[in-house]
């Protein structure tokens, strides 16, 4: 039955019912009734430190449980915050909610003064959502709510925005918030099946290729199944490590470069399975990845399937789904194929760790993976460590690996780390980011602080950005400019805030001190010490 509810309650009694049980924010003085409404509810509110922590905790929590992040936002100066976290959220396809609010519906985008003005909130967060929308009813916001779940869980995750002016959660209305439907996720026709299975039928040597959407905690033995049948190497994108065990014969993981094994290897196969991935500039050396002209791409995003490289059997459907009916096909028909071996993978796979660069610090990868179980979580920040590991670090369960792959944002693995570790809190998660990196959001060491967040976050610490050093140095005849850090005492500000702190000189050091931090009951801060050597 309705109920005769405030519009800040109806908003939070709408999150309950869809299943919400943790938001992040920061409240301000236009979203008091929406947190006056969480005193009584069952939602736990995690508090950021800036709305940009929120947004990419909202990030971690989605990554790690495959459930939406939400974040309650301010107005104005809180939107433009949380924009850089839901970009990267929007880039990397992660579902994110922002609930926010506004002004006065009559004030709103006037710019007369008010406080928190922004000429036109819609439109910011347009540009880095899927779906946004705001409500001028205190009746309209179960729908909107609802709709906002819909386009987040339904087809291709992306985030979503609901606006609620703060005179709408001050009124009253008669509503009765109800779950969004849940509906299945979309699968292929028969008749596209069909075409898939004559291609296969068709190719020698298929190789398989999985993206960030091809992550999903189910569809990892649909993959390993399919390329058993098809005797098919499984090369991932770095948002698509562990939808395949790297322990698995036929994994290749993130290991394409131009010029190595797995190059070669690509120019001797005849057809790609390609599973939820964009094949973009960055992992396809702006498409000069050489796979072949034959190519199945699966696909959930109908504008995505026909985008950088031209398949000869598009689909769009979901790609767990898309492998099981693939697999039955291949089964009924009595398909079998034998491309490569499980030994002819692992050559190749071993030449091109060989070849691969970052060789200098591969003990610095071996201490993060000894450290790390199966199931534990590494977050990884835009540094240089992190690019070695998109490589080199072997990833053996889905939702275990997370890196800011498609906007690239500094500051993304601490706040990411926990959302993530609240989202699963009996899981290892670590965070690793460069000393510049952490810089951008390292005041979210107080909310892990606050929430008891079990969580070792390392910092690799050369007192440069390194990335952007290594191109000055090559590039610019090194001309050096802005570039050199002078660091605060990592150990001593994280002692400042009361959580314990190491420093680590040597790869053994840092996997001791992970192991120990991982045990406490609150946040480990490991400063690591490395020297970057320029040519």
Request: one cysteine or more; a negative charge.
């Amino acid at each position: 039955m309705a109920k005769r509810m405030r519009g800040g309650e109806v908003a939070v009694r709408s999150l309950e019912v869809n299943g919400v049980e943790t938001v992040f924010g920061i409240p301000g003085v236009h979203t008091l009734e929406i947190y006056d409404a969480l005193v009584d509810s069952s939602i736990q509110h995690i508090l950021a430190r800036h709305e940009q922590g929120a947004g990419f905790m909202a990030d971690g929590y989605a990554r790690a449980s495959g459930k939406p992040g939400v974040a309650i936002i301010i107005t104005g100066p809180g939107i433009t915050n949380v924009a850089t976290p839901i970009g990267e959220a929007y880039t990397d396809s992660v579902p994110v909610m922002v609930l926010s609010s506004n002004v006065e519906r009559r004030w709103a985008g006037r710019m007369l003064g008010h406080l928190h003005d922004l000429s036109d909130q819609l439109g910011v967060m347009r540009a880095v959502t899927k779906w946004n929308d705001q409500a001028l009813r205190v009746e309209d916001i179960p729908g909107l709510v609802n709709t906002a779940f819909h386009m987040m869980t339904f087809g291709r995750p992306r985030p979503t925005h609901v606006e609620v002016p703060i005179d709408v959660l001050a009124e009253f209305g008669d509503v009765e918030p109800r779950p969004a439907p849940k509906l299945p996720p979309p699968v292929p026709d028969t008749n596209t099946i069909s075409r898939a299975l004559e291609a296969i039928d068709q190719s020698t040597r298929p190789v398989i290729y999985c993206g960030g959407g091809a992550i999903a905690d189910q569809s990892s033995t649909k993959f390993e199944s399919l390329a058993e049948q098809l005797g098919a190497p499984v090369l991932t994108s770095a948002m698509g490590k562990g939808a395949v065990s790297d322990r698995h014969s036929l994994a290749l993981g993130n290991m394409w470069e131009r010029g190595n094994p797995v190059d070669e290897m690509l120019r001797q196969a005849d057809l790609a399975i390609v599973f939820g991935s964009k094949l973009g500039a960055q992992e396809t050396d702006y498409q000069r990845m050489p796979l072949p002209e034959s190519m199945i791409r699966v696909e959930i995003d109908e504008s995505e399937v026909l985008r950088n490289y031209t398949p000869s059997v598009p689909v769009v459907a979901d790609s767990g789904e898309t492998a099981t009916a693939l697999l039955d096909g291949l089964r009924q028909r009595g398909i079998h194929k034998q491309g490569w071996t499980g030994d002819d993978v692992q050559k190749i796979r071993e030449a091109s760790i060989d070849s691969c660069w970052g060789s200098a610090q591969q003990p610095y990868v071996d201490a993060l993976r000894n450290a790390i179980p199966d199931d534990g979580i590494l977050v990884n920040d835009m540094t240089m460590m992190a690019y070695i590991n998109c490589r080199r670090y072997p990833v053996y369960q889905p939702r275990t690996f997370f890196f800011p792959s498609g906007y690239g944002t500094l500051g993304y693995a601490l706040p990411a780390a926990i959302g993530a570790k609240v989202a699963c809190p009996d899981k290892i998660v670590v965070a690793i980011m460069g000393d510049g990196g952490f810089q951008y959001t390292m005041q979210e060491l107080a909310t892990a602080k606050q929430f008891g967040v079990a969580l070792p976050i390392v910092i690799f610490n050369d007192s440069t950005y390194t990335a952007v050093k290594e191109e000055q140095a090559t590039e610019h005849d090194r001309r050096f400019i802005g570039v050199d850090l002078q660091n605060p005492d990592f150990v001593a500000l994280a002692r400042s805030y009361g959580i314990d702190a190491v420093r680590a000189h040597t790869p053994d050091e840092l996997r001791v001190a992970i192991e120990s931090a991982a045990v406490r009951s609150g946040p480990t801060l490991i400063d690591t010490p490395i020297e970057i050597h320029f040519s």
